[in-house]
T-cell receptor
């Protein structure tokens, strides 16, 4: 069974701050990694995917991957109250996606 | 435009009364998934199809069945819903795994069906 671990939170940050979300995974052979945002009662929405070591930036979001340490992180700059949601980390292995249980982020105005 | 469409958005059924949830996609993806998600938990994969090949998860109860009559449609049948089956059911699609570096490797979700069991 592939394990994907996330701190459940809640992580509280003030508006305008940087939110840092972390995820570790157990399968060293995993090749692609995803961050989804999920608002309460809604389905997951893809924010970013990454497959190479290093950083990948998209607007206010930066995904970071370190395969040697088996972790992937998501940074949200200039956090907004609308970013308040649960963030799910997922790892793809062939046709399956393994999800963490998510980190709840609260951005306080 | 919605690319993965689930119907209905909300479903109420009675204990033991069979129910069918549907999913359609316009992405022409060859992999389709059904997940169950309960409050504050990770989506739990029930099964997936790779083209016509059905792949059941070992811990998916026999009460859950699926059909994929063609590339575009996939159904989730719950034969005898129990109170513990009340959850959000998520359908998702993706292209095959060979393009892991590409955007094709992304999994797209439908809006979900919220199932209540009375």
């Amino acid at each position: 069974q592939k394990e994907v671990e996330q701190n459940s939170g809640p992580l509280s940050v003030p508006e305008g701050a940087i939110a840092s979300l972390n995820c570790t995974y157990s399968d060293r052979g995993s090749q692609s990694f995803f961050w989804y945002r999920q608002y309460s009662g809604k389905s997951p929405e893809l924010i970013m995917f990454i497959y190479s070591n290093g950083d990948k930036e998209d607007g206010r979001f930066t995904a970071q991957l370190n395969k040697a340490s088996q972790y992937v992180s998501l940074l949200i700059r200039d956090s907004q109250p609308s970013d308040s949601a649960t963030y799910l980390c997922a790892v793809r292995d062939f046709n399956k996606f393994y999800f963490g249980s998510g980190t709840k982020l609260n951005v306080k105005p | 435009d919605a690319m993965v469409i689930q119907n209905p958005r909300y479903q109420v059924t009675q204990f033991g009364k069979p129910v069918t949830l549907s999913c359609s996609q316009t992405l022409n993806h060859n992999v389709m998934y059904w997940y169950q998600q309960k409050s504050s938990q990770a989506p739990k994969l029930l099964f997936h199809y790779y083209d016509k090949d059905f792949n059941n998860e070992a811990d998916t109860p026999d009460n859950f069945q699926s059909r994929r009559p063609n590339t575009s449609f996939c159904f989730l049948d719950i034969r005898s819903p129990g109170l513990g089956d009340a959850a959000m059911y998520l359908c998702a699609t993706s292209s095959g795994p060979e393009n892991y570096q590409l955007a094709k490797n992304i999994q797209y979700f439908g809006a979900g069906t919220r199932l209540s069991v009375l």
